[in-house]
């Protein structure tokens, strides 16, 4: 009979394994990087404010040491210390990204990066680098917890489920962008959400806004296949029509393609969206960006809403 901490333990153990992994993977990103003495402008970098000699041995220094802690921690060998081992490297990574993100500095991570940096200015850091770190923080105290005076070994099915969802959820974390779906190009997740607000930003809507407008607090949504459909209408009382934005994106990193209509709902045949939504944070920032827009340009030119 297996009990259910022999299961929790096997999945822990597991997840340690595939974050020993990543860890040795990281670690030797950094011993090639500084083997080839590549140029890395990463924020971290920048936040130590090292040259690039030392920033060059500072990175073969901590790549083999991360090469052994992950060999230790996928070993199994010494479970405790391997526990040890991720919750030190996560606190160190989560300390460093956390001083990092306050201090805004540009730039991206350079954790498992093949190839030398772009310059800090093109890069942002992001949350999935602090996630990834404190993933490997919670990894390390939970293994370390479960380890002591543990008797049985790992349950290899559940030890295996564990080595599975340690590493997606580490490659979804690495992912360089955002994580997309391959034929529509929408984010994987809170897609409505992202799409919307991608749609205010973009100079069509203001236009529309400013012509049609201004819309209501409330709008109807539908998606068809790869085109999702925003029908907004102006405020009870002031007006009939319904402006119909279809948008959809052509390519993985090409911009938002926005196609736009007017209809009258009183006309037959005329089919409205079931689903309603909730826009009037994304007015609300769509409103502000104009007005910091116009207030940045000079006196005497205005933009015209076509």
């Known amino acids: ?29 950094k011993l090639y990087r500084g083997i080839r003495g590549l140029d890395d402008m990463t924020a971290i970098r920048a936040a130590l404010r090292m040259p690039q000699r030392q920033w060059r041995l500072f990175g073969l220094i901590a790549g083999g040491t991360e090469c052994v802690a992950g060999a230790v921690v996928c070993s199994g060998a010494y479970p405790v210390l391997g526990g040890v081992i991720l919750a030190t490297f996560g606190a ?29 200015a093109t890069e942002a850091q992001t949350w999935r680098a602090m996630a990834r770190g404190a993933m ?6 939970a293994y370390t917890v479960v380890s002591v005076g543990a008797a049985n070994a790992p349950r290899p099915f559940w030890f295996g489920a564990g080595v599975a969802a340690g590493i997606a959820a580490l490659v979804l974390l690495s992912m360089p ?15 409505t959400h992202t799409t919307l607000r ?13 012509s049609a407008g201004p819309f209501g607090p409330v709008a109807r949504h539908r ?7 925003f029908w907004f209408t102006a405020p009870a009382g002031q007006g009939s029509q319904a402006v119909v934005f279809r948008v959809h994106r052509p390519a993985r990193s090409a911009p938002l393609a926005v196609h736009t209509t007017l209809r009258d709902p009183r ?16 007015l609300a920032a769509a409103d502000s960006g104009a007005s910091s827009s116009q207030a940045g340009k000079p006196s005497g030119q205005r933009r015209e809403t076509l």
């Open 1 to 29: 009979m297996i009990g259910i901490n022999q299961v929790i333990g096997s999945v822990i153990s597991g997840c340690a394994v595939s974050c020993g992994a990543v860890l040795a993977v990281a670690g030797a990103s």
């Open 92 to 120: 160190v990574f989560c300390a460093l990204l956390a001083y990092v993100l306050v201090k805004h500095v540009p730039g991206g991570c350079g954790c498992i990066r093949w190839r030398a940096a772009a310059e800090p």
């Open 136 to 141: 490997l923080l919670g990894v390390g105290v």
């Open 177 to 191: 962008g955002r994580v997309r779906t391959p034929v529509c190009h929408r984010p994987l997740w809170r897609t």
């Open 198 to 210: 991608a749609l205010a930003s973009h100079e069509m809507f203001a236009a529309m806004a400013g």
């Open 223 to 229: 998606r068809t296949g790869c085109t999702d459909e």
């Open 267 to 282: 006309t037959p045949g005329t089919s409205w969206p079931a689903r309603a939504i909730t826009v009037t944070h994304v």
